[in-house]
């Protein structure tokens, strides 16, 4: 049988155990403190076209696109959500093409041309697609917004790059395209709203979708 003051010195003695190991764990090894070279540096030049301009960035060559926009060239719109390619906060238009520009160097982006939210349009001179997401309440809170049009601009580029030849007369490729489809084709954009109705219609509306 244990007497009481024993087992409060062991429990005190093992918190004091614990923590020593914690700290051991958490500190920095000192072979390698001792060792360590000074950090290399790793920038490069970098020269690509911005909602129209150019701009000359001379950056470590780890920075993703996404932090070059927002943190060098001050772009905010571009949103981080997950920084991991889950969320599609962060689609941006690189050459045509949509992009999540978090799993993408900035420096492998030399002499291309991006479009961000802010190229697209501005307060009083709305792209169409800004303006339908405006007008069918395509956002609640607006965090993964900038994403969902930027790609929603460059899903109906897509469709109308795809147009079967034998569409003609006076139906366009937008006209013709699914809920579903476009459902499908922005699936890489999720809203934790839960705005997606609204976000379709707006998208049907651009398209000339037939209900
Ligand atoms: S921040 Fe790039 S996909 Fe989520
Ligand atoms: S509007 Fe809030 S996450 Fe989409």
């Known amino acids: 049988m244990h007497n009481p003051v024993d087992l409060e010195i062991s429990r005190r003695d093992l918190l004091v155990a614990t923590a020593a190991s914690v700290a051991i764990t958490a500190a920095p090894p000192m072979a390698n403190a001792q060792t360590s070279e000074p950090e290399t540096p790793f920038s490069s030049k970098v020269s690509f076209t911005v909602n129209g301009e150019v701009r000359d960035l001379d950056i470590d060559t780890r920075t993703s696109l ?5 943190e060098h060239l001050h772009l905010t719109g571009t949103k981080k959500g997950c920084d991991h390619g889950q969320c ?9 093409r949509r992009i999540n520009s978090c799993l993408t160097l900035a420096v492998m982006h030399e002499g291309d041309t991006i479009t961000t939210i802010e190229g697209l349009g501005k307060p009083g001179n709305l792209h169409p697609m800004q303006a339908a997401f405006v007008k069918h309440d395509g956002f609640q809170c607006g965090y993964c917004t900038p994403g969902q049009i930027c790609s929603a601009v460059a899903v ?4 109308n790059a795809n147009v079967p030849s034998h569409v003609t007369g006076d139906l366009t490729a937008g006209a013709t395209v699914t809920a579903d489809e476009i459902r499908e084709r922005m699936s890489g954009n999720i809203c934790r709203c839960g705005a997606y109705s609204n976000i379709l219609d707006a998208i049907s509306e651009v398209a000339g979708r037939q209900a």
Do not use: K, S
């Open 66 to 70: 996404l932090d070059a926009l927002r």
């Open 88 to 96: 599609g906060a962060c689609t941006v238009i690189v050459d045509g």
């Open 156 to 159: 109906l580029e897509e469709i």
